[in-house]
């Protein structure tokens, strides 16, 4: 498979909608308004992957402080002036490149974007039964107190990791 990974930009946004209505139930779908607010705030830490046939995952990172969550569709997302994390918010691949490692990708491009900023961890909200890939890229369950975690459902777990350079 010829894939490419690269930043994502406005005019993806309809390839990120459609591979988030194939990826998650009606509850956790974001609004085009609130992906455009995430790349508007930190668009170097967004990626696209495409193949020969087109947009076949993403990822929506950002920088993040303290132990909180980032609520879920949240149009008026601010950040934070000093971030000291990573906050992984949104992995989807599509399901026809499932089994052919662009969620791994994506995380290594994320990955090294924080190590490069200087950010100290990476958290993010595993669900949908995510923990064990997460588990197996060296993120651990923490024990989260926030309220916000409703949203992300029953099974949403809180999970972080340090960063560190290479």
């Known amino acids: 498979m010829n ?4 930043l994502l930009t406005e005019t993806d946004l ?19 308004a609130t992906f455009a607010r995430k790349l508007a705030l930190s668009p170097q830490s967004n990626w696209i992957a495409l193949d020969d046939a087109g947009a076949v995952g993403y990822f929506f990172t ?10 879920l ?3 008026r997302l601010t950040l934070p002036a000093q971030a000291h994390a990573h906050f992984l918010h949104d992995l989807a691949v599509h399901p026809r490149a499932r089994g052919r490692g662009v969620a791994a990708r994506l995380v290594a491009q994320a990955l090294a974007w924080g190590v ?7 958290r993010l909200v595993a669900v949908l039964g995510a923990e064990c890939f997460w588990r197996g890229l060296g993120f651990t369950a923490q024990a989260e ?10 099974d949403a777990i809180v999970m ?4 560190s350079p290479p």
Do not use: F, K, T
């Not at 894939?3 to 690269?6: D, E, F, P, S, Y």
């Open 14 to 32: 309809d390839a990120v909608l459609d591979i988030q209505h194939q990826c998650y139930p009606a509850a956790w779908l974001e609004a085009r």
């Open 62 to 71: 950002h920088p993040w402080a303290g132990n909180g969550l980032p609520a």
């Open 116 to 122: 490069a900023q200087g950010l100290a961890e990476a």
């Open 160 to 163: 972080q990791r340090a960063l």
């Open 73 to 75: 569709d949240e149009a």
């Open 3 to 6: 894939m490419q990974i690269r």
């Open 145 to 154: 107190r926030d309220a916000r975690l409703a949203a992300y459902g029953a």
